[in-house]
T-cell receptor, first 109, second 114 residues
């Protein structure tokens, strides 16, 4: 089993749609969790951290369920500019990040 | 505040050659981590350097080696290049003790091995 598994993509959605990405992780000792966004041929950039209580940043909502070892990202009112690959990331400690394979999102007009 | 910078941006090498990639850490950061991202995959942890010593390593062979300098900048060296080493190499810096903080990456070096 891979350490971090994400929904296979790509997700093709129209502008304005709501889209959800799911992620599971295998190491119960994982300490912190993030979603990164990666544009084509660019470096990954932090989108948001994920907290146990759930957190929201504008149109983006992240959830963490430690018992199920499950992380999610919800994007509301999708924009063309949201088109990118979304990477689920787990920190096992000491700034060592484990990345999922990523899920590509394509938002069309 | 200067972020993480990497050089070169792109590099083409032949199988069997050796390559050195460079990373300057963000001001105030004393730890450097290197990641390899093959096409269609997420980044994979190669190793981390702290106080000029390797401080954790992923599942990479010994021909992947590194250095950290007193100014916290770092090099990644890859010997005996193989075609599968073609990837985007990412560097990130952090501050020791901030174990659960996210990482901010440089813009990467894209290595092509032919």
């Amino acid at each position: 089993r891979k350490e971090v598994e994400q929904d296979p993509g790509p997700f093709n959605v129209p502008e304005g749609a709501t889209v959800a990405f799911n992620c599971t992780y295998s190491n119960s000792a994982s300490q912190s969790f993030f979603w990164y966004r990666q544009d084509c041929r660019k470096e990954p950039k932090l989108l948001m951290s994920v907290y146990s209580s759930g957190n929201e940043d504008g149109r983006f909502t992240a959830q963490l369920n430690r018992a199920s070892q499950y992380i999610s990202l919800l994007i509301r009112d999708s924009k063309l500019s949201d088109s990118a690959t979304y990477l689920c990331v787990v920190n096992k400690g000491y700034s060592t990040l484990t990345f999922g394979k990523g899920t590509m999102l394509l938002v069309s007009p | 505040e200067t972020g993480v910078t990497q050089s070169p941006t792109h590099l083409i090498k032949t199988r069997g050659q050796q390559v050195t990639l460079r990373c300057s850490s963000q001001s105030g950061h004393n730890t450097v981590s290197w990641y390899q991202q093959a096409l269609g995959q997420g980044p994979q942890f190669i190793f981390q350097y702290y106080r000029e010593e390797e401080n954790g390593r992923g599942n990479f062979p010994p021909r992947f080696s590194g250095l950290q300098f007193p100014n916290y900048s770092s090099e990644l060296n890859v010997n005996a290049l193989e075609l599968d080493d073609s990837a985007l190499y990412l560097c990130a810096s952090s501050l020791a003790g901030e174990f659960n903080s996210p990482l901010h990456f440089g813009n990467g070096t894209r290595l092509t091995v032919t």
